[in-house]
């Protein structure tokens, strides 16, 4: 919205940021982080469910991934099931 991004937070507030996605992004720079597609990004221990073309937040929001980023999205949240067992 207008170079700002909107960060919501585990506990429902909503931070008005003056960064692109992009930069948000790489000033994260975690491997917890990942691009659903080129205007959203996810940190991948809230996602509940995940199909072929859209995640399923722990508080039941879904969001749309694009073809481009199912692959990466896929491998992060294996990662990081395997990396909890």
């Given at each position: 919205?207008?170079?700002?991004?909107?960060?919501?937070?585990?506990?429902?507030k909503?931070?008005?940021?003056r960064k692109?996605?992009?930069e948000?992004?790489?000033?994260?720079?975690s491997?917890d982080?990942?691009?659903?597609?080129?205007?959203a990004?996810?940190n991948?221990k809230?996602i509940?469910?995940?199909?072929?073309?859209?995640v399923t937040l722990?508080?039941?929001?879904?969001l749309?991934?694009?073809?481009?980023?199912?692959?990466?999205?896929?491998?992060?949240i294996l990662?990081?099931?395997?990396d909890r067992?």
């Open positions: 919205e207008k170079r700002r991004c909107n960060v919501y937070l585990n506990d429902g909503v931070l008005n940021v692109t996605i992009k948000l992004f790489a000033e994260i720079d491997p982080f990942i691009m659903l597609h080129s205007g990004a996810v991948v809230y509940k469910t995940y199909s072929a073309y859209d722990e508080n039941g929001t879904r749309i991934v694009s073809r481009s980023h199912m692959k990466d999205v896929k491998n992060s990662k990081y099931l395997g067992l």
